[in-house]
């Protein structure tokens, strides 16, 4: 009983603001938005899945890579962000993705789906969790902070990959993740007193929260065409002036 009220509590914390994120980017690009979806609903799920699964054997794979020192901690943490980004860059190079504009809606909805399993993984790995309050809010705002991250490098290798310039946006999306990293080192592995701790998540909440606001105002709207971003600004004003 208690594993499993364990397990609820860490979906809850991973899944939650993953799909609240992702409700909020897309939803300016959505039916009733906009006249018609400017995605494939189904890519966006899938991706969603895709992601899913690979945070999962992130997280698992993550356990494994050894730890001996502070040094080898710093590795092993960057050695996950490179595998992770580099893995959103080769499923979004594909066919059928390469050079389509809403393969920057895929990429963030893969990232989110990595974001929410890699924060659930956090959650399962802490004993406190059902009985300690704090704990649980901390771990929450670590989620939002991972999946905003998450979804934002996401989003800004699908917009490579949309645009023909994949490697060019893969360094852009490493460089985003070495920013948020720097800021929640301590609170991820650990060091310091708790008031350093705390300060590093709340420092890479507000770092999640701001590149996840670059891309929504301005990565999302510029991987449309310039017919379809008039057409839906269009749409969005006339619906404004009905309500």
Not at 8 to 23: R, V
Not at 62 to 82: H, Q, T, W
Request: glycine share 10%.
């Amino acid at each position: 009983m208690v594993e499993q009220s364990l397990f609820l509590a860490s979906f809850a914390i991973g899944i939650g603001p993953a799909l609240l994120i992702l409700w909020h980017g897309l939803r300016r690009f959505d039916y009733p938005s906009v006249e018609k979806t400017l995605f494939d609903d189904r890519k966006v799920f899938l991706s969603l899945a895709v992601g899913l699964v690979f945070g999962t054997m992130s997280s698992i794979f993550a356990l494994y890579l050894p730890r001996f020192d502070l040094s080898s901690a710093v590795v092993a943490v960057a050695g996950i962000a490179v595998l992770e980004e580099a893995f959103k860059l080769v499923y979004l190079n594909r066919k059928g993705y390469r050079g389509n504009f809403a393969s920057t809606f895929y990429g963030f909805s893969l990232g989110l789906g990595i974001g929410a399993t890699v924060a659930l993984a956090q959650g399962l790995g802490n004993p406190r969790l059902m009985s300690d309050p704090l704990a649980f809010a901390l771990l929450l705002l670590f989620s939002v902070s991972l999946c905003a991250m998450e979804g934002t490098t996401g989003a800004l290798i699908g917009y490579g990959c949309s645009k023909g310039l994949p490697f060019s946006y893969l360094l852009r999306a490493l460089i985003a993740r070495f920013i948020y990293t720097v800021s929640a080192i301590a609170f991820l592995l650990g060091l310091g007193e708790d008031w350093l701790i705390y300060t590093s998540l709340f420092i890479a909440v507000g770092v999640g929260l701001l590149l996840y606001y670059f891309t929504y105002v301005i990565t999302m709207p510029d991987t449309l065409p310039p017919e379809l971003r008039r057409r839906a600004r269009k749409e969005r004003r006339a619906r404004v002036r009905k309500t």
